[in-house]
């Protein structure tokens, strides 16, 4: 890209981040005048606009594959430079990741213990559903994305990573109370659910396939967290999807029972990456690919 000045997207960046033009200015100590000119400047160049001017700001397409395309050059300098000139540097390595809740609350973290303890990197971890994540990596905000969706985006590569298969559970005491006489469809319409939140459609795909329950016909609570899933099943409040691997031990003691037994709900997950990966990122990679290839059912 012959005439490209990096200085035009560290500036489109500065704003993105911090959220307006003055604190940008702020951010990278020059004049809020020479920031506004560096992004006139860029969009002069692609003769387009890359940022659409309400507050916050925010980048338009063509600015989130610059930003994508910055930060990936960010990350590799990062790692490069030191490398180069044979000089340490203290400066962690910052390394943003999107995960779904179920992942974080499993298996991802034991992947990268042994890469974080042996490497000076710096994690971002983004929650968002499973079928959400792959737009961090589109937009540039992360180096890799666990999903659902099989099929990688341009100067990508999506992985295999296994199974995770999801049990319908609630307690004892629960299903005394609202599943006395089976699990069938007007119990489960009485009886309080949860979901994860306004993207999570897991649960009501899962009773109107079943069941024939519309949207809107149950009572659902929203917790955006996975842990959370367990405490409030266990705790009798309400019935939830949760991973098997979330509650081998509660299905083990007894304290959690599988609802439906004869259902079976599973998602084939993918790890999204940079095609050309190498160094850290590259290992990053084959940390989390092996050991969920270990880790979860294939």
Known sequence: MRGLD???????DAIVEQRSFEKAAEHLYISQSAVSQRVKQLEKWLAQP???????????????????????????????????????????LSVSLATNADSLATWLLPSLFPLIESK???????????????????????VGAISLEPQS?????????????YLCV???????????????????????????????????????????????????HTVRSSE?????????????LIPRLQIESELASGALVELTPNIELSHRIYWHHWQLESGVLGELSDAITHYAHAYLPQ
């Open 228 to 240: 959370a899933f367990v405490k409030l099943a266990v705790a009798g409040v309400a019935y939830c």
């Open 170 to 220: 609630a307690s004892p005491s629960f299903i005394k109370r609202y599943f006395n006489h089976g699990v069938n469809r007007e119990a489960l319409i009485k009886a309080p659910a949860v979901a994860f939140d306004q993207h999570d459609k897991m649960h009501q795909h899962f009773v109107n396939k079943h069941f024939s329950i519309m949207p809107g016909s149950i009572l659902k």
């Open 50 to 92: 890359v940022l659409v001017r309400e507050q916050p700001p925010r980048p338009t397409a063509v600015g989130k594959k610059l930003l994508g395309l910055y930060r990936r050059v960010c990350l590799l300098e990062q790692e490069l430079v030191p490398e180069l000139t044979s000089e340490f540097s203290d400066k962690p």
């Open 120 to 142: 000076r990197i710096e994690l971002d971890l983004i929650v968002d559903d499973e079928g959400r994540t792959i737009e961090k990596l589109k937009n540039g905000e992360v």
């Open 6 to 12: 990096y200085k035009w997207i560290e500036a489109l």
């Open 153 to 165: 985006i341009p100067g990508c590569v999506a992985d295999y990573l296994g199974r995770v298969d």
